[in-house]
């Protein structure tokens, strides 16, 4: 259910690009209290991105859940930017998180919704 995707400019290593996806999904979904089995996690290289007008590391994240709690992004915000800042070597003044909480009726898994 929940899925993380990662759109970044950083010039990251496949090893370090595997180890943010493995540990994201894990540190995430049991932050969430969602099974690890359900979580998903993708991470698109960009070729050119800017922040602020300039084009150093950075990383645009987004968090989608069923049921996402108010106080989620909250608790998720330092944890995410950890992660990421830390395999991606970003300075975390450069990653934004966008949270998206998702209605049942909106999510599709196995041809049906979890409504």
């Avoid at 990662?6 to 290593?13: A, D, G, H, V, W």
């Avoid at 991105?49 to 996402?68: C, D, Q």
């Avoid at 990653?95 to 049906?112: A, C, L, Q």
């Amino acid at each position: 259910m929940p899925y993380i995707s990662i759109t970044t400019n950083s010039q990251s290593s496949d090893n370090d690009q595997v180890g943010l996806i493995k540990e994201l999904s894990q540190k995430c979904s049991a932050a969430l209290s969602k099974p690890e089995d359900y979580m998903s996690v993708s991470i698109s290289p960009a070729s050119h991105m800017a922040f602020g007008g300039e084009a150093a590391a950075m990383a645009f994240v987004e968090l989608r859940a069923i049921s996402l709690s108010d106080e989620a992004p909250k608790n998720l915000s330092p944890l995410i930017c950890d992660i990421v800042s830390n395999f991606l070597k970003i300075n975390k003044d450069r990653i934004y998180i966008n949270f998206i909480n998702v209605e049942r009726s909106n999510w599709g898994w196995d041809s049906k919704t979890f409504e």
